[in-house]
T-cell receptor, first 114, second 112 residues
Framework: GENVEQHPSTLSVQEGDSAVIKCTYS??????FPWYKQELGKGPQLIID?????GEKKDQRIAVTLNKTAKHFSLHITETQPEDSAVYFC?????????????FGKGTHLIIQP | DADVTQTPRNRITKTGKRIMLECSQT?????MYWYRQDPGLGLRLIYY???????NKGEISDGYSVSRQAQAKFSLSLESAIPNQTALYFC???????????FGPGTRLLVL
């Protein structure tokens, strides 16, 4: 099955600065890479995803990049705001396609300092 | 997401007891999933179901069973709870042909 490694486990940045979270995966056949945000007391919520036929995808202040050769993908958040404070998880398909379920990284606790 | 509900939200039980966690959705999605979250370990897939008659084991299915009573309902059972099953359990839904999953609010389970 797929193995996803995520780092750092904790990231503290000043409000307005950028934050980058990185993940690596093991299965070269994986083709779908989502990022989820989990706020305290809530379930994870998808914020952005990327497929293996695309190298980068942006949505306002959030972007994801994918390097298939190196098998790693990253989440970039620019102009961070207090509401960005949360735990972020990267994921990849557990087996076969993503619809079969996901394997998650261990999460990154992002702290936005005022 | 209010469209995916989980009951109970919190549960304390004793070792050896049978317990059922329930998940209901009003999204009309055909796919449903159960995950377990432990501190520092992310989420791990327990079971997933593509429809009422199609149920599949995930990464960590040992010690768990599931029932898809209807398209909208997917229950997770612990036949004989043990302390290392103490965790936060999430139900999720998805649409055929799309990978996006929609998570419920979670059930916090403590096994004494």
């Amino acid at each position: 099955g797929e193995n996803v490694e995520q780092h750092p486990s904790t990231l503290s940045v000043q409000e307005g600065d950028s934050a980058v979270i990185k993940c690596t995966y093991s299965d070269s056949a994986s083709n779908y890479f989502p990022w989820y945000k989990q706020e305290l007391g809530k379930g994870p919520q998808l914020i952005i995803d990327i497929r293996s036929n695309v190298g980068e995808k942006k949505d306002q202040r959030i972007a994801v990049t994918l390097n298939k050769t190196a098998k790693h993908f990253s989440l970039h958040i620019t102009e961070t705001q207090p509401e960005d404070s949360a735990v972020y998880f990267c994921a990849a398909p557990w087996a076969g396609g993503g619809a079969d379920g996901l394997t998650f990284g261990k999460g990154t606790h992002l702290i936005i300092q005022p | 997401d209010a469209d995916v509900t989980q009951t109970p939200r919190n549960r304390i039980t004793k070792t050896g007891k049978r317990i059922m966690l329930e998940c209901s959705q009003t999204k009309g999605h055909d796919r449903m999933y159960w995950y377990r979250q432990d501190p520092g370990l992310g989420l791990r897939l327990i079971y997933y179901s593509f429809d009422v008659k199609d149920i599949n084991k995930g990464e960590i299915s040992d010690g768990y069973s599931v029932s898809r009573q209807a398209q909208a309902k997917f229950s997770l059972s612990l036949e004989s709870a043990i302390p290392n099953q103490t965790a936060l359990y999430f139900c999720a839904t998805g649409v055929k042909g799309k990978e996006t999953q929609y998570f419920g609010p979670g059930t916090r389970l403590l096994v004494l």
